[in-house]
């Protein structure tokens, strides 16, 4: 068993399932992931291929049930879920795995992750906010400062995130 600490943004799916590819084509299958920590057994190289998806189905939990089964039984499998995000896998037959069948439904994908963004950018632009106007009346202290520069560089990175998710929406 191998575990592997890395993180990844949302914003960089992409990146994370070619990141799981590479290691699946080294013989290291993703066995579960825990927040920011991906288990892996050693296999066959290139065995599985995976994707990962931010799942929102229709119905709540017993509509993302349903969706999860049709999965399954289309042979995919999911090897591991936080909060609504999906990391499957299917066996490797040469052909690429895709879970969106149309352009319709990556673009719900996109727009299902630029909403959590807008929600996570209002949240701390409101917080900062508070802070800044706390700051003004009391003062500037050095908490205060801190708290305020990492909510800046957070809403710039997250910022860059969903302008990069609306270009992959065209």
């Known amino acids: 068993m191998k575990r592997v600490f890395k993180i990844f943004w949302m914003w960089d799916y992409e990146k994370e399932e070619k990141w ?3 290691m699946s084509h080294q013989g290291w299958q993703l066995q579960r992931y825990t927040p920011f920590v ?5 296999g066959e190289p ?28 289309s042979g995919i499998a999911c090897v591991g879920r936080y909060f609504s995000w999906g990391y499957f896998r299917r066996e490797n037959d040469g052909t690429p795995f895709e879970l969106f069948s149309d352009n319709a439904s990556r673009v719900a994908h996109l727009d299902r992750m630029l909403t959590l963004i807008a929600v996570i950018l ?11 106007l706390r700051g ?20 710039v990175y997250a910022g860059g995130g969903a302008l990069g998710l609306l270009r992959k929406r065209k």
């Open 20 to 22: 799981l590819n590479d």
């Open 46 to 73: 290139d065995a599985y291929q995976y994707c990962l998806e931010f799942m929102a189905p229709q119905g709540g939990s017993k509509g993302m049930e349903d969706y999860l089964q049709f999965l399954a039984e």
């Open 136 to 155: 003004l009346k009391e003062g500037f202290s050095p908490l205060t400062i801190a708290v305020l520069t990492f909510y800046a560089v957070v809403v």
């Open 38 to 42: 991906y288990h892996f057994i050693q």
């Open 122 to 132: 209002f949240l701390l632009g409101y917080s900062g906010i508070s802070f800044f």
